[in-house]
């Protein structure tokens, strides 16, 4: 058992063996980062967020997150938003925040949004082959409807908003009350509300989304990720009395093939 795999269990976040809902193992291989720099980078992103490039033991991963989180929340699944934030940088978040949009509307009849809110590090307009223009930041200063900076990307019923332009002098709004009445615009536009937050450990947005959202799914990057950084950030997010929806485990290898390991 790895000292990350151990770190979960011990701070009640919900993977495997730590007796509450919530936590996945997803076992990506671990050599794509969620980065925009780069032509080759691009590529490797954008296949990486493709389900139907996940091997099989990685997409049951996600979709028993998409089930823990939306489906089984019956009473509260319609407008449900979630933000997805790392412990630390460079962790798969985005990776993780798309492809779990992108199942989860494979899953449902609603329609689903995906929101872009990482000002520091954004990824997913390159990754849909979108643009970043004409995006959150910008709807942040207009009163425009919420609508009109949604795209649709994937399927009949996946929409992007993008981080949008003027990135720098936004980062304020994230933690105002502009950004808590746009989130519930887009809670009365869509049914389910996936955010992409700016990493917990650097960054204080997360927690701020986190408050004007329905809770929040953490993601750590196996054998990365410290059990004292998780720890402080799990405490914070209770102080701040932000609801913790559960955890994954991103990037966790294995070091026998997948299908005798399942057997044992």
């Known amino acids: 058992m790895s000292r990350n795999f151990e770190l979960l269990q011990q701070a009640g976040l919900g993977l495997p063996g730590s007796g509450r809902p919530g936590g996945v193992e997803i076992p990506f291989g671990g050599n794509v980062h969620a980065s925009t720099r780069g032509k080759g980078k691009d590529r490797a992103f954008v296949a990486s967020l493709r389900p139907a490039d996940l091997d099989r033991a990685a997409r049951e991963e996600i979709l028993r997150l998409v089930q823990s989180v939306f489906l089984l929340q019956r009473e509260r699944a319609s407008g449900r938003v979630v933000v997805f934030a790392a412990v630390d940088s460079r962790s798969g978040c985005s990776r993780v925040c798309s492809q779990t949009a992108q199942i989860l509307a494979e899953c449902v009849p609603g329609s689903v949004c995906l929101v872009d809110a990482n000002f520091r590090e954004p990824a997913l307009a390159t990754a849909f082959g979108s643009t970043n223009h004409h995006g ?38 994230l933690h105002s009350d502009l950004v808590k009445k746009r989130i519930s615009d887009l809670r009365a536009e869509f049914d389910y509300v996936l955010i992409d937050a700016p990493p917990l450990n650097a960054y204080s947005e997360g927690v701020a989304l986190g408050q004007f959202a ?19 950030i799990a405490e914070r997010l209770q102080a701040m ?8 485990l991103n990037k966790r290898t294995f070091p026998i093939p997948d299908l005798l390991y399942r057997r044992l």
């Open 214 to 232: 329905d809770g929040l799914v953490l993601v750590l990057e196996a054998n990365s990720t410290r059990r004292d950084a998780t720890a402080r």
């Open 136 to 173: 959150l930041s910008d709807a942040l200063n207009t009163s425009e409807p919420i609508r009109e900076y949604a795209r649709k990307v994937h399927g009949e019923n996946l929409w992007l908003v993008s981080c949008g332009s003027g990135l720098d002098r936004s980062i304020g709004f």
């Open 241 to 248: 009395q932000v609801n913790l929806l559960g955890a994954v």
